[in-house]
C-alpha cells in the first residue's frame, strides 16, 4: 500500500471546505474496519484512507501550517499504512470508568505476549510498537501489526467465509475472541491485494 506524500495532503482552508462531505465517508470507512474484541478491546484495522484521514484531522486541531509538523504528521501516520502481506491496527484498550482503566492498564502489562491473529490453522503473533510497551503498564492506545505469512486476499476470505478467521486475547486477565467476517473480512481482503 502506497504511503501518503506531502502533496496529498490538503491545505487547512481546503480541507475545512470539503470536510463536512469527507468526514462522514471516513467515519464509514472506520466503522467497516473496526472489531470489538470481547468488551475491552476494539481494533481499527487501518489503510491509507484512515491514516490520511487522521494526518487531515491532526493538521485541522492543532491547525498546522509549518512545513515541519505537517511532516512529522505524515511520517507518523504512515507507520500505520500496512505493507504487503500484513495487517496493522490501532487497538484501543477501553474501560468507561477512569480508575477501572488505570487498573487494567496495569494489570494487562505483558498482553503483547497474549494477542493472536488465527487464520485457519494459523496462529499469527501480534507485533507491537515497543515505544508503546512498559513493565509497568499498558497504554490504552497500541499499534500492533500482524504478518500474514502468505496468506492472500483470496485465502484470507475463503477461510473468513468458513469463520475460520478471529483475533483473540488469552492473557491471564483478559481473554476474549471475536471473529473477522463479512464486511470487515472484505475490507481487510482489499488491503491484502
Do not use: C
Not at 473496526?34 to 487501518?46: M, Q, Y
Not at 507507520?79 to 488505570?102: C, F, K, N, Q, S
Not at 481473554?175 to 491484502?192: H, N, P, T
Amino acid at each position: 500500500m502506497k504511503k501518503i506524500s506531502a502533496d496529498e495532503i490538503l491545505g487547512l482552508a481546503d480541507y475545512e471546505r470539503v470536510r463536512g462531505r469527507l468526514r462522514p465517508l471516513f467515519i464509514h470507512e472506520k466503522e467497516r474496519r473496526r472489531l470489538h474484541v470481547g468488551s475491552h478491546l476494539t481494533f481499527i484495522f487501518e489503510n491509507a484512507q484512515t491514516a490520511w484521514y487522521q494526518i487531515e484531522e491532526m493538521i485541522r486541531s492543532e491547525k498546522m501550517t509549518d512545513r515541519d509538523p505537517i511532516q512529522h504528521e505524515i511520517d507518523t501516520y504512515n507507520e500505520l499504512i500496512p505493507a504487503p502481506g500484513e495487517l496493522v491496527a490501532t487497538l484501543l484498550v477501553e474501560y468507561a470508568d477512569a480508575v477501572e482503566r488505570d487498573a487494567a492498564l496495569a494489570r494487562l502489562v505483558g498482553l503483547e505476549n497474549h494477542l493472536w491473529l488465527k487464520i485457519g490453522p494459523k496462529k499469527i503473533a501480534a507485533r507491537f510498537d515497543e515505544r508503546h510497551v512498559s513493565e509497568e503498564k499498558i497504554s490504552a492506545v497500541q499499534f500492533v501489526r500482524f504478518t500474514l505469512e502468505g496468506v492472500d486476499a483470496a485465502k484470507f476470505l475463503e477461510l473468513a467465509g468458513k469463520g475460520e478467521v478471529s483475533v483473540e486475547a488469552d492473557h491471564p486477565s483478559l481473554a476474549a475472541r471475536a471473529e473477522i467476517s463479512g464486511l470487515l473480512a472484505a475490507s481487510l481482503a482489499e488491503d491484502l491485494r
